[in-house]
T-cell receptor, first 115, second 112 residues
Framework: EAQVTQNPRYLITVTGKKLTVTCSQN?????MSWYRQDPGLGLRQIYY???????DKGDVPEGYKVSRKEKRNFPLILESPSPNQTSLYFC??????????????FGPGTRLTVT | AQKVTQAQTEISVVEKEDVTLDCVYE???????LFWYKQPPSGELVFLIR??????QNEISGRYSWNFQKSTSSFNFTITASQVVDSAVYFC?????????FGSGTKLNVKP
């Protein structure tokens, strides 16, 4: 089954304690991305990756890091989380289709609370 | 600058009514893609449609239809004969040059 998995699904942590949210896809997609969803703001792109070792900033990259050492994995790292990073996070991967363009597959989401 | 505006924050209708969700986008690029996603109360994001900037044909899929008008930079979504299961948050999104821009979403409440 084609899917994007994220772990953990729920996380409560304290300010300053480094954490990693993992993301993995089994569709051999080259493009992967992280988003955060906040009430009234929709989804905002944090980082994306066009391929292994190729990453770039989205609209809201401050306070986040990513790495892409393998095609299937795209972890999101918060080195020093702060309360304003409390949010719902989605990982996504994208495969191109014959006519061009992208269909984006989303993971189930990770709800992060930073106290 | 790229931007997607969904001015309707929340809409409530009674089952079987038709409803249109508005989406207005801004981009200076000529090549781009537009999307609609559904987020039901369970929280997952469900892909509904993708449209590229060179294809202005309207599309119909069952009770769903989409109206793309480049002249007004709009990509509106209509649900005909709404059902309770259509209750969700709907997001419009713009993609170009590998980045995605989402609107703030429209919450649709369909009452029985």
């Amino acid at each position: 089954e084609a899917q994007v998995t994220q772990n953990p699904r729920y996380l409560i942590t304290v300010t300053g304690k480094k954490l990693t949210v993992t993301c993995s896809q089994n569709m051999n997609h080259e493009y992967m991305s992280w988003y955060r969803q906040d009430p009234g703001l929709g989804l905002r792109q944090i980082y994306y990756s066009m391929n292994v070792e190729v990453t770039d900033k989205g609209d809201v990259p401050e306070g986040y890091k990513v790495s892409r050492k393998e095609k299937r994995n795209f972890p999101l790292i918060l080195e020093s989380p702060s309360p304003n990073q409390t949010s719902l996070y989605f990982c996504a991967s994208i495969g191109t289709e014959g006519a061009g363009g992208y269909e984006q597959y989303f993971g189930p989401g990770t709800r992060l609370t930073v106290t | 600058a790229q931007k997607v505006t969904q001015a309707q924050t929340e809409i409530s209708v009674v089952e079987k009514e038709d409803v249109t969700l508005d989406c207005v986008y801004e981009t200076r690029d000529t090549t781009y893609y537009l999307f609609w996603y559904k987020q039901p109360p369970s929280g997952e994001l469900v892909f509904l449609i993708r449209r590229n900037s060179f294809d202005e044909q309207n599309e119909i899929s069952g009770r769903y239809s989409w109206n793309f008008q480049k002249s007004t930079s709009s990509f509106n979504f209509t649900i005909t004969a709404s059902q309770v299961v259509d209750s969700a948050v709907y997001f419009c999104a713009l993609n170009n040059f590998n980045k995605f821009y989402f609107g703030s979403g429209t919450k649709l409440n369909v009452k029985p």
